[in-house]
């Protein structure tokens, strides 16, 4: 791979909105008129008081006691969020509660990432050494955050520097000559705080064809203008050449060769048929941004962003019994801008309006032709947050207007017209916390939502529904002249022709949930009942016209609930449990959601020392469910339901141990991940890893 510097990390200014600083606010309501800027603190952290909102966050001290490589590790055993790799493009994607991935937003500092070719951000792509803390709201989504993410939110911060100077140096080795090195430096002057890191990561896989080769770059810089205002710059960069494990036939051991189906627009479906080794030569994400906040007033707060996010890519595949290659390449943009104000109104109330606009570009070529695609959104909202002691509640609307359009040019089929879509959406959203006392709380929330079409659905509108792959003809004769008319056969046996869809609707959603907590003396308990309503929920089509075609299904009925429950068992240690039932039920396969199991549980021990000994014990279950070798959503809901290869997968556990020891400014490691050296498949015929050694040490220079 050719190592890529960030030539500008800081290009552009992004002023990052306080997302949570309606919230923050209403913390600082009980303190007179402070004139000292003070930082604009984005996160559910921010609550000292009770919490409108349900948030669950992961720290930089979980997140390294977990041995975490990247986001997606870190995020594995949270309730109601499942990460799943199994799309042939092998990117590990967060599903919320049975969604699909494009379903779910995540944010990294204020900037949305949004690859605007499926809509599904690969969080191998964050490394885990430069985050601080994740944020993760499912369902009712405040409306600052954006209501276009039916599933949750997932929103990470980047680490700042927390002493004058500071330095470090990460060399890891491990299993399948796995080699990672990892360099930060980060001060803090008192008016400009900084922080840089570059991080290296080679594997030659843990099977065949399993490469990477991957670079990160990460900065930040804030300074403090004066006492009322500060600017923070930021950006990320990383390049991955990255090999693609094949799928393997559990009975012949033999490669099991590529049906095609979906993953392109411009080529048909058969595009991809019998292919085999997929990489990406290479895969490149980048965000950039600035943030600047004002404060107006000792009850205002004045913060204005802007940013762009790309995803350049280069995939390619061989086919079997040729020399042929085929190609594909993708190149998504997306710029917008975000101002906020957030305004204290009482010593119990704060109230927040903004504004936010933001484009996407979107271009595709393959060895067929290329395809272009143009988004357009602006949206306005309102959220007021009130925190009256032991009730706190958030009340939001949320206005959008969106447009887009597809042009599409290819030779593999006749191309479609042009695909134009043009929409409006009001989405309010209400959460409640009430503490019954100091000891237990009922929570809970209801809002609206909606997702708009991602580039590859909106080229490609004529789905039938219903519809199923089971064909019955009928054929009748009139006047002499015989006509066969054929019709599909629905579960419940009855026969229709369906309709084609001329134009695909956006999907929405109404979530609700409602829990209950309680905590005493090291002990936390909460149990929390989701239910979510969709309407127009899109799903594909992989045939006729030769092309991917989407529809929209008129309702679908996703419930379940989660169980959290953590302990301090001694004076050194902790322990959690926590448990997830997802009923995401299909109403046109009528069974689950293909890669979604009805139940994951997580249990885990971490023992804290005086010594600097410190270890993390952990176990994972997923249970059995059904998985899809699919080039487009990866879970089946965007695929036709069987012209794709699936494979029933029993449940599983795997059990992760790491062991530290801190002497001086170094700290040593050693990770084994799938200590039992548990043998399973993490998708249709995808062989999961094996057993993973790791060994580390991280030097601070002072």
Partial sequence: MKKKKLAVLASCLLLYSSFSAAVAAAEEANTEGDTEVQEVVVTAAAFKQLNPVKFTVITEDEIKAKGAQNAADALKDVTGLFITSSNTKGKAIAQFRGSDADNTKIFVDGVPLSPVGDGKVDLRTIPADNIEKIEIIKGAVPVIYGTDAPGGVIYITTKKATEKIAKSLTITTGSNNAQTYFASIGGDTGKINYNFSAKNEKTDGYTAHSKLNADYYNGKVTWDLNPKSSLTLFGSYSEREEEQPNRIDPATGLIVLNVGRSGTITGKNNYWSNSYDWKYDPIKNSYIGALYNQKLSANSDLSFKVFRSKENSHLLASIVNTTDTLHLWWDGTVDGYELQNTIRTSKVNTATWGYAYETRSFTEKSNNGSSYYDYTGKSFYLQNVTNLGKLATS?????????????????????????????????????????????????????????????????????????????????????????????YLMPDGTLTQGTACDYLLPETAINRELGVGYSVHGFKFDITYFNKDITNMIKGQGFGQQHTQYYNIPHVDMHGFEVELNKKIADHVKGFVNYTYTNAFDTLLQQQVRDIPYRKFSVGLNYTGQNGLNANLALNYIGGRTSAFSNGNGNGNGDSPTRMLIQKLPSYSTVDLRISKTIDNRDYYIKVSNLFDKKYYAGAYLVAPDRYVETGVTIKFQ
């Fill in 395 to 487: 009340l939001g609307y949320r206005h959008y207007e969106t447009s887009d359009n597809a042009d599409i040019d290819t030779i593999a089929y006749k191309s479609p017209s042009k695909q134009y879509g043009k929409g409006t959406a009001n989405d309010p959203v209400f959460s409640v916390n009430y503490a019954l006392s100091d000891k237990t709380n009922i929570h809970g929330s209801v809002g609206k939502s909606y997702r708009w079409p991602n580039a590859k659905e909106r080229s490609g509108p004529g789905g039938i529904y219903p519809y199923s792959d089971t064909q019955q003809s009928v054929t009748t004769t009139v006047d002499g002249y015989t006509t066969t008319i054929y019709y």
